[in-house]
Structure formats: structure tokens, C-alpha cells
């Protein structure tokens, strides 16, 4: 693949990114809405949010394909960033700019818009398709609609203090190391970094809480549908439970089938509530995989602290622990509460 030119506005460009904040972060339900609407309305496998950094095109926001990131010099969006209109691939086998790419056999066709942030082109929405297509200018007024509503939402500073800070801390080509993979939720390290920094900018009289989320009989998934559905029921989970909860909420795989959330400014009795939304919203529709429709629940397990509660990030998920075996002993499918006693003296 050859390469392509660097704008001689690039460092005005990276500096809009960086600003921007969402290098390194994991997927939000308000991107995962525009991509998976792009996907329906064009009828392709393939749409993704992509962030373009100095070195990476990360995918803030991915629907028809796995990853996280790429390097740039590899990816179609490179061209997209680098002029104000559109990037067309009509057939990526027999394009000069990208024929040679280790994905022409996967993305054969590609239409992106750039994406801006403060007039500088910052990302791209794009979509693909495994095949050639044609795309008039009709369908190309519908993706630049698209790409003005993703705009919008760049706009919207929405992930909290804590996990804002967090993705800045990362050197660009390090920054999976903070995702999972799998579900693009932060993962068991992030979000325990997560909770602790919640815990030092607990405001006095208020509160934050966290949710466990443990899949109901997910080796039973495992063992009747194979691995391969456990996973999808893993990535379904984590997209349900980002809908679930407020966009600021940090969402984290905790570990196999275990998922931590944390809810700034939210008390216990507003953490049952979003535990209980969570559970309608994932038992609410079985997993789709192949021919199979997999039914799938969840057992919840609450505790907060605040200024009153002196507790650790260990004692605080073990609050969490004993609630969520609480909710299991008690029949799954269900939110349990543990309250700790403010320490005295």
C-alpha cells in the first residue's frame, strides 16, 4: 500500500485529536448508534467510528467486524483525513491507493466522510462492504447526514473525570492495552483504576457506586453453543449494557464472564435501579448466533461508597461480591444491595 501524503496542516490536525479525548477510550452507545444505523440503511456488513491519531486509526465505535485499532499507514480512513471531501472505494482489488492493503480482500468497498472537531478533520464515519458497489450521490447525501450527527456527539463532552484522565495517560500505541478486546469495554485494570480515582473526587455528601454483573450459566452457553457463542454473548452483554446506563458510567470486563460498572454521583438506591434496567435490557432479547437464539440473564450485585465510607477499592468489590452471591443464592436474574456501615471515630 502505498503512502499516502501528511497534510501540511497535520500538527493543527493532531492537536484537535488530542483535544478531543477519545484516543484509547472504549466503545459509547451514543457512536455505536450512528454505525449501526449506517449499517442498515446502506445494507453493508460493515461500519465503524474511526479516530484518527498520529500513528493509529483507532475505531471509537465498530459494527460487522473485531478490533480496536489499526496502524494508520494501513487504513483507507488515512485518505479521508486528508481533504475535505469524501474517500470512495469503489473496488479495493483494483484501487492504486489501496490494492495491496491486507484488508482490499475484506473492505473491497469503503465510502468515507470526514468527521470535524473545531474545523480540523479528527476521525472519519465509514462503511464497507466485502463486495464492489456503486454509490451515487444520493447515498453519499446520506452518509455525510450521517457523519453530521456523529459531529455532533464529538462535541458532547461525555465519558467522566476518571476515564477521561485515564485514556490521556496512554502513549498512543499503548492504548489497547487498556481495552478488552473482545467486548471494547475498558478492561479489568482500567476500570479498577476507574474506581479508584472515583474515590478520591467523592465530593463531600455524595456518592459513587458499582455494579457487578456476572452472565447467568455462561459455561452452560459455552458448553451447548461452543466458544464461539460464548463470545458473541460476551460482546451482545457489553453493548446492552452500555444502552443501559449514562454515557459518563465506565463499563468494564472484570474478568471471564464478569462485567464491573461504576456510576458516579449515583447512591445505592439509584444503582439498584440501573441494575435493574440492566437485567431487563439483557434478558429482555436471546443472542442471536447463527440458527441459535440464545437466552441469556444476569445476576447484579450493588455497593456505593462516599465520604462517609472509608473503604478500598478491594473491600468495595468484595461489598460488591457478597451481594451479587446474594442475588445468585436467591434464584439469578436479579440486583442485590450491600450497604456498609460508615466507619466511626
Same mark, same amino acid.
Given at each position: 500500500?502505498?503512502?499516502?501524503?501528511?497534510?501540511?496542516?497535520?500538527?493543527?490536525?493532531?492537536?484537535?485529536?488530542?483535544?478531543?479525548?477519545?484516543?484509547?477510550?472504549?466503545?459509547?452507545?451514543?457512536?455505536?448508534?450512528?454505525?449501526?444505523?449506517?449499517?442498515?440503511?446502506?445494507?453493508?456488513?460493515?461500519?465503524?467510528?474511526?479516530?484518527?491519531?498520529?500513528?493509529?486509526?483507532?475505531?471509537?465505535?465498530?459494527?460487522?467486524?473485531?478490533?480496536?485499532?489499526?496502524?494508520?499507514?494501513?487504513?483507507?480512513?488515512?485518505?479521508?483525513?486528508?481533504?475535505?471531501?469524501?474517500?470512495?472505494?469503489?473496488?479495493?482489488?483494483?484501487?492504486?491507493?489501496?490494492?495491496?492493503?491486507?484488508?482490499?480482500?475484506?473492505? &473491497?468497498?469503503?465510502?468515507?466522510?470526514?468527521?470535524?472537531? $473545531?474545523?480540523?478533520?479528527?476521525? &472519519?464515519?465509514?462503511?464497507?462492504?466485502?463486495?464492489?458497489?456503486?454509490?451515487?450521490?444520493?447515498?453519499?447525501?446520506?452518509?455525510?447526514?450521517?457523519?453530521?450527527?456523529?459531529?455532533?456527539?464529538?462535541?458532547?463532552?461525555?465519558?467522566?473525570?476518571?476515564?477521561?484522565?485515564?485514556?490521556?495517560?496512554?502513549?498512543?500505541?499503548?492504548?489497547? %492495552?487498556?481495552?478488552?478486546?473482545?467486548?471494547?469495554?475498558?478492561?479489568?485494570?482500567?476500570?479498577?483504576?476507574?474506581?479508584?480515582?472515583?474515590?478520591?473526587?467523592?465530593?463531600?455528601?455524595?456518592?459513587?457506586?458499582?455494579?457487578?454483573?456476572?452472565?447467568?450459566?455462561?459455561?452452560?452457553?459455552?458448553?451447548?453453543?461452543?466458544?464461539?457463542?460464548?463470545? $458473541?454473548?460476551?460482546?451482545?452483554?457489553?453493548?446492552?449494557?452500555?444502552?443501559?446506563?449514562?454515557?459518563?458510567? %465506565?463499563?468494564?470486563?472484570?474478568?471471564?464472564?464478569?462485567?464491573?460498572? &461504576?456510576?458516579?454521583?449515583?447512591?445505592?438506591?439509584?444503582?439498584?435501579?440501573?441494575?435493574?434496567?440492566?437485567?431487563?435490557?439483557?434478558?429482555?432479547?436471546?443472542?442471536?448466533?447463527?440458527?441459535?437464539?440464545?437466552?441469556?440473564?444476569?445476576?447484579?450485585?450493588?455497593?456505593?461508597?462516599?465520604?462517609?465510607?472509608?473503604?478500598?477499592?478491594?473491600?468495595?468489590?468484595?461489598?460488591?461480591?457478597?451481594?451479587?452471591?446474594?442475588?445468585?443464592?436467591?434464584?439469578?436474574?436479579?440486583?442485590?444491595?450491600?450497604?456498609?456501615?460508615?466507619?466511626?471515630?
Amino acid at each position: 500500500m502505498p503512502a499516502a501524503p501528511i497534510s501540511p496542516g497535520e500538527i493543527r490536525r493532531l492537536a484537535a485529536v488530542q483535544k478531543l479525548r477519545l484516543l484509547g477510550t472504549p466503545a459509547e452507545e451514543r457512536f455505536d448508534k450512528i454505525t449501526r444505523l449506517a449499517k442498515r440503511m446502506f445494507n453493508v456488513p460493515m461500519a465503524c467510528i474511526d479516530i484518527v491519531g498520529e500513528k493509529l486509526a483507532w475505531l471509537k465505535s465498530v459494527q460487522g467486524f473485531d478490533g480496536i485499532e489499526g496502524l494508520r499507514k494501513d487504513s483507507y480512513c488515512h485518505y479521508t483525513v486528508l481533504d475535505e471531501g469524501v474517500c470512495i472505494v469503489l473496488d479495493a482489488r483494483r484501487d492504486p491507493r489501496v490494492h495491496d492493503s491486507s484488508y482490499a480482500d475484506t473492505w &473491497v468497498f469503503y465510502a468515507g466522510v470526514p468527521l470535524h472537531f $473545531e474545523d480540523e478533520r479528527v476521525g &472519519v464515519l465509514c462503511i464497507g462492504d466485502t463486495s464492489p458497489r456503486d454509490f451515487d450521490t444520493e447515498h453519499l447525501e446520506a452518509l455525510s447526514d450521517l457523519a453530521e450527527l456523529a459531529e455532533r456527539e464529538l462535541h458532547v463532552a461525555a465519558l467522566s473525570e476518571a476515564q477521561t484522565a485515564l485514556a490521556l495517560s496512554n502513549e498512543e500505541l499503548e492504548m489497547k %492495552a487498556r481495552i478488552d478486546v473482545l467486548t471494547h469495554a475498558w478492561n479489568r485494570g482500567a476500570i479498577l483504576e476507574i474506581i479508584a480515582a472515583e474515590q478520591l473526587r467523592v465530593a463531600s455528601g455524595s456518592s459513587t457506586s458499582i455494579l457487578i454483573i456476572d452472565i447467568d450459566h455462561f459455561k452452560t452457553i459455552n458448553d451447548t453453543f461452543g466458544h464461539p457463542a460464548g463470545d $458473541e454473548v460476551l460482546r451482545i452483554v457489553a453493548a446492552r449494557l452500555r444502552a443501559s446506563v449514562r454515557p459518563l458510567d %465506565a463499563v468494564g470486563r472484570y474478568g471471564g464472564e464478569e462485567f464491573l460498572l &461504576v456510576l458516579p454521583e449515583t447512591n445505592i438506591d439509584g444503582a439498584v435501579r440501573a441494575g435493574e434496567r440492566i437485567c431487563d435490557a439483557i434478558s429482555q432479547t436471546p443472542v442471536e448466533f447463527g440458527p441459535d437464539k440464545i437466552p441469556v440473564a444476569c445476576s447484579i450485585g450493588c455497593a456505593t461508597f462516599s465520604d462517609a465510607i472509608s473503604d478500598d477499592v478491594d473491600a468495595l468489590i468484595q461489598r460488591a461480591d457478597r451481594a451479587l452471591y446474594r442475588a445468585k443464592v436467591s434464584g439469578r436474574n436479579r440486583v442485590a444491595r450491600e450497604i456498609a456501615v460508615p466507619a466511626i471515630g
